[in-house]
């Protein structure tokens, strides 16, 4: 090989081997830099766990020993406890009968309601037999006391009708057991932190509303209606269970202690009873949580069908309507004729509408009041307005009578005047107007002319005025109107001989 060959090859072999160090060196930037990424957002990702842990950990700012000491100590229902339980089903009764939601809620507050529930949830969280009975025998006390006391106030007091307040009890849907059980997972969290949140405490007295649905339970009661009864004491049970199970939850979570007993024998029965609880207590919650939920989309269901429709149809006149859930009937009651062609598109709606899938298979029964078609109304108003105008007529007619009788009166008052008429050209009418302006407590006026005589020769004419007063006056003013009477009576008939006496019924 040529020394010139040689030259070249060695050139093209440093050329590869710089291109080979620069792509290697490239190459492991790239590494460096992806490697630096990956740490960055493994940094990143996990400070933003340190946080978020940091800022949702509960655990460690939780006072087990006076968690459970503040929930004992409220269980006990006896004295003071009592009579506060019974000013606040008063006061939420009240509430209810006046439709007030400020007075509700003052009842909310005031209740205690809430530690015999906070107790079974706890008992069963650390299999506390003797806490569990204490809870549930406080409860159910807490239970009869409350209906016993909203039963006599609606029983007894005289006003009592069926108001928003009392009905937005009666029916639970998904928001009572979703409001439930985050109200009692934040009464709970509140109990167990150190140094107890009050606030929280109120709120959630407020928020899960214990004790309107056993006032509108003791309503039901008292008007014998079972429907709101029933309904009532739903919804007190679902917020009963779900805050009940919410503290077990929670404590459970937070790792309370379990009880210790001496005996294993007996601590494993006990465990089995608590546990044997807990599944009772969760099988009704999820019974009543599906119940609910699914009443709820039959109900938006519903809604949307008749929303988009009915009334959105401005041709459909609906009068009433009526969900049956248990039997899957929808009735809808219209006025009017209903044609089979729109019987038929709202049958087909019903089926195979995207939103109305929750009550496809309900059965739709529509009734049509066919004596109120618009051309029939349109003739009943008719022959009303002919009624009205025959009846116009009538009126104007016998008016015309009136007025034409109280002209003939006033005409035959005036020829008997002028015959029998003692005042000459003074118009008996218009004096008796006078007088009664002039004296406002006169209830009779009668004026005539009399002869007399008190030697038997001579014979003189007398002026005659017979009055009766108001029986308000006393017989010392009446003596006094006479009087003015006469003197007025002289100078309007001119005449000094007046004789005044009164009127004999």
């Not at 209906?147 to 998904?174: N, V």
């Not at 409001?179 to 009050?198: E, H, S, V």
């Not at 006169?442 to 004026?447: C, I, K, M, R, T």
Request: with cysteine; net charge neutral; charged share 25%.
């Amino acid at each position: 090989m040529s020394e010139e060959n040689k030259f070249n090859f060695s050139e093209e072999e440093k050329k590869d081997a710089d291109l080979n160090a620069e792509q290697k060196a490239e190459e492991k930037a790239a590494e460096d830099s992806k490697k630096s990424v990956k740490d960055d957002a493994k940094g990143l990702f996990e400070s933003v766990k340190a946080f978020l842990i940091e800022l949702l950990d509960f655990r460690s700012d939780t006072d087990r020993d006076a968690t459970i000491a503040a929930i004992k100590a409220d269980i006990p229902f006896k004295g003071a406890t009592a009579w506060i339980l019974i000013c606040s089903i008063f006061v939420a009764s009240i509430g209810l009968n006046a439709n007030s939601t400020a007075v509700v809620i003052g009842a909310m507050l005031i209740s205690p309601l809430m530690g015999p529930i906070l107790g079974i949830g706890l008992s069963i969280a650390i299999n506390d037999i003797d806490t569990l009975k204490r809870s549930l025998i406080n409860l159910a006390t807490m239970l009869i006391l409350s209906l016993l006391t909203a039963y006599l106030f609606f029983e007894f007091f005289p006003l009592s009708e069926d108001t928003s307040e009392l009905l937005g009890r009666t029916r639970p849907d998904i928001r009572d057991v979703l409001i439930a059980f985050f109200g009692g997972l934040a009464l709970i969290i509140a109990r167990t932190k150190k140094g107890t949140i009050a606030s929280v405490i109120f709120g959630v007295a407020i928020a899960t509303a214990l004790m309107p649905p056993l006032c509108t339970a003791g309503y039901g009661l008292a008007k014998g209606n079972w429907s709101y009864f029933s309904g009532a004491m739903y919804l007190f049970s679902i917020n009963t269970i779900f805050i009940a199970l919410a503290t077990f939850l929670v404590l459970k979570i937070l790792r309370f202690p379990m009880l210790k007993y001496a005996n294993s024998a007996k601590r494993k029965r006990i465990s089995q009873f608590a546990s044997l609880v807990a599944i009772v207590v969760m099988i009704p919650a999820a019974i009543s949580f599906y119940t609910v939920l699914q009443e709820s989309k039959y109900e938006m269901s519903y809604k949307n069908f008749i929303e988009n429709e009915i009334d959105a149809n401005d041709d459909l006149w609906l009068q009433r309507k009526k969900l049956d859930i248990d039997d899957k009937k929808i009735s809808l009651y219209f006025n009017g004729e209903m044609s089979d062609a729109i019987i038929t598109s709202l049958r087909n709606e019903l089926k195979t509408g995207t939103d109305y899938n929750n009550i496809k298979d309900f059965e739709l029964i529509i009734n049509s009041n066919e004596t109120r078609s618009v051309d029939r109304m349109s003739e009943s108003l008719d022959r009303a307005y002919a009624n009205l105008d025959r009846k116009d007529n009538v009126i104007h007619g016998l008016q015309t009578e009136i007025e034409a009788l109280q002209a003939t009166v006033k005409s035959l008052n005036l020829q008997m005047e002028k015959k029998v008429n003692p005042l000459g050209s003074i118009s008996f009418t218009t004096l008796a107007k006078d007088a009664k302006i002039k004296f406002r407590h006169l209830e009779y006026f009668g004026y005539s002319k009399m002869l007399e005589t008190k030697d038997f020769i001579k014979v003189d004419t007398v002026s005659v005025i017979d009055v009766e007063w108001s029986k308000q006056l006393h017989d010392s003013v009446k003596v006094r109107k006479e009087k003015e009477l006469k003197e007025w009576l002289r100078t309007t008939v001119k005449t000094d001989s007046i004789l005044v006496k009164k009127h004999l019924r």
